[in-house]
């Protein structure tokens, strides 16, 4: 067992340039070099490629990956070959003469990675391909995507039991960043994984601050986040329709970001050339609904911001965890309004889906709608949320960062309530703040609402403000939202106890300022002087160089964690560069000389007054 250990981690150290296992990487490691079966959640960023990667290397045989996304199946495989690790894919992409040669040099045992999309996988003549080569392991990623209760359903996942009926004696790995207890027990149901060894990290990814901004404008408020945070950073931006992604992605450029739109109703050519322009350009912005990104190795995600409010705490975490995979500091920004609260419930109530599948998304959305309403740390309950404790808060997020203030809103609330009812339940959000505030309108007027004990009562609180009290009512189930698309409001049995004064109701009062996120947070072991800030601009410029020679994304060559790590050590020798964190044998070999000249070729820093001793100028 010891010996199997030893052995990963020279492959780690040699081929991928880190020097020690993160976590429970070794034991889930010995696990597969033992021929057992395991579950993985490890959160996005936390390394589980690495997981069987390093097995599949060290096992006789070709290691099978399922990966839902054909799209970035290059760009992964692009990855290992910088490695030196022999990788290929096989999916529909390929002219029959190149799917020819991957079949041929898996046959032959020439490969040590495999990637394989499940549609693919489970095609009769790919198990027959199987049959007849030696097989290491399967890795099956994202494997959430069994659940019908997840995400980011998909059907075949749910027939990859075939995997261990016609291939019992190959290990398998099924991993996902995201999933809660009625997830995992899918997973291992499906996959018949019940006795897979189970490995459940920590979900905390603390280097991201994450922000829930509510109120009206979400464009606004995100164009402010956007100008004060990221001027110059890659990030994504999901909204909930087509329509709001093309017309988002329009209004970015008009304001001078470069941004693209990604969505399912695109050519596929369009969608394919739009990830990898932002794969492998830096500052780019995807603007996407949530067909973008599942997998997504792009370490240098600055932000991830939402326009339209995430479904479940799930589908929120999973997309929020593709920014800071470099473990750098990084952003999950996400608008929240009253609108956002409407159509998601709608959107529950008028599916088309049983009424079990009704029961679980309202459940899910109420849980997210918590951590949006919520007045303390929201890392603590999000952690919580998936069964993990946090004894402190957190410091990294809006409520650690500019604590809300609660009010006592039950006066507020039942105003707001007898509106709704004296006005007979039948009217939107819009409707009952101008009757609350005495409006002179004819709609108002030809109703007879000017007449009611409701009309004028609520002068002492502006509209955005009424906004967020029906926003927080709603919420707390006091009020019912139409599903026929209306949004109109009514009563719930919840709401008679606050009428009649027998409950008090205390309510999250409208911010007003939005936090910066702590100089602390901003501040990394990574950070650089003016000239080593200098220096790492000049060591990406020749990453870029080199990324565009070969034709992939430059953090496929190095990180910026790597080129940081160069820029502040300044190593003179090969040897020296060998002991940076990033670069294994591979890539010394590949590209040492070269960023070793650029080394070389700078000027010594005039800010560090050891360092120019040693180099003096004179």
Request: glycine letters at 8%.
């Amino acid at each position: 067992m010891a010996d199997s250990l030893d052995a990963a981690l020279r492959v780690l150290r040699e081929t991928f340039g880190y020097e020690t296992f993160r976590g429970e990487q070794g034991a889930i490691i010995q696990t597969l070099l033992t021929g057992d079966d395991a579950l993985v959640l490890m959160p996005t960023g936390g390394g589980k490629s690495l997981c069987y990667q390093i097995p599949a290397l060290l096992r006789e045989g070709t290691g099978i990956v399922v990966s839902p996304l054909i799209a970035l199946m290059q760009d992964q495989v692009d990855a290992l070959r910088q490695l030196g690790v022999r990788a290929a894919f096989l999916n529909s992409t390929l002219d029959p003469r190149e799917r020819s040669e991957v079949e041929r040099r898996l046959s032959a045992g020439d490969l040590d990675l495999l990637y394989v999309a499940p549609e693919r996988l489970l095609m009769e003549e790919t198990l027959a391909l199987l049959e007849r080569s030696r097989l290491a392991l399967f890795a099956i990623d994202e494997a959430h995507c069994v659940s019908q209760w997840g995400h980011d359903f998909r059907p075949e996942y749910r027939q990859l039991s075939v995997l261990h009926q016609r291939f019992p004696r190959v290990p398998r790995i099924a991993l996902t960043a995201t999933a809660d207890a009625r997830t995992r027990e899918e997973i291992v149901g499906q996959l018949d994984l019940g006795k897979a060894r189970r490995f459940i990290s920590s979900f905390d990814r603390p280097n991201i601050c994450y922000r829930i901004s509510e109120g009206n404008n979400p464009r606004a408020r995100l164009w402010e986040f956007l100008r004060r945070e990221h001027p110059d950073d890659a990030g994504i931006v999901y909204c909930l329709s087509r329509r709001k992604v093309e017309e988002t992605a329009r209004w970015l450029c008009d304001r001078g970001r470069e941004a693209l739109p990604y969505h399912a109703g695109l050519p596929d050519e369009v969608r394919r050339r739009h990830q990898e322009r932002f794969l492998r350009e830096e500052g780019l912005i995807i603007v996407a609904t949530i067909a973008f990104g599942m997998g997504i190795d792009k370490p240098d995600v600055r932000f991830v911001a939402h326009l339209n409010l995430p479904g479940s705490i799930e589908a929120w975490y999973q997309e929020t965890g593709r920014a800071g995979r470099d473990g750098e500091p990084a952003d999950a920004w996400t608008a929240y309004g009253l609108q956002d609260l409407v159509t998601r419930r709608q959107m529950v109530e008028g599916g088309e889906g049983s009424e079990e599948h009704k029961r679980i998304a309202r459940q899910k959305l109420e849980a997210m709608l918590g951590l949006c309403e919520i007045t303390t740390c929201r890392r603590q309950a999000l952690l919580a949320h998936f069964g993990e404790t946090r004894d402190a808060p957190c410091g990294n997020c809006d409520n650690c960062l500019e604590p809300p203030e609660s009010w006592d809103a039950t006066v507020a609330a039942q105003k707001a309530l007898s509106c709704v009812y004296r006005t007979g339940q039948r009217f939107g959000v819009a409707y009952l703040v101008d009757v609350l505030l005495g409006k002179a309108d004819e709609r108002i007027a030809r109703n007879g609402h000017d007449r009611i004990s409701t009309f004028g009562i609520g002068g002492e609180h502006a509209p955005a403000e009424w906004r967020a009290i029906y926003r927080q009512l709603i919420a707390r189930g006091l009020l019912a939202v139409d599903a026929e698309g209306y949004g109109t409001l009514r009563l719930t049995s919840a709401a008679r106890p606050v009428l009649r004064g027998e409950t008090p109701l205390q309510l999250r009062r409208l911010r007003k300022a939005r936090p910066t996120r702590q100089e602390k947070a901003r501040t990394t072991a990574g950070d650089l002087s003016g000239s080593e800030q200098a220096l790492f601009e000049s060591l990406r410029e020749l990453r870029l160089q080199i990324a565009r020679e070969q034709g992939v994304p430059p953090y496929v060559i190095f990180h910026d964690a790597t080129l940081k790590a160069m820029a502040s050590r300044r190593p003179d020798s090969l040897e020296a560069l060998a002991g940076i964190h990033g670069i294994g044998q591979a890539k010394l070999e590949r590209y040492g000389e070269r960023f070793l000249a650029a080394l070389q070729s700078a000027q010594p820093p005039d800010d560090n007054p050891a360092l120019a001793e040693a180099h003096p100028t004179g």
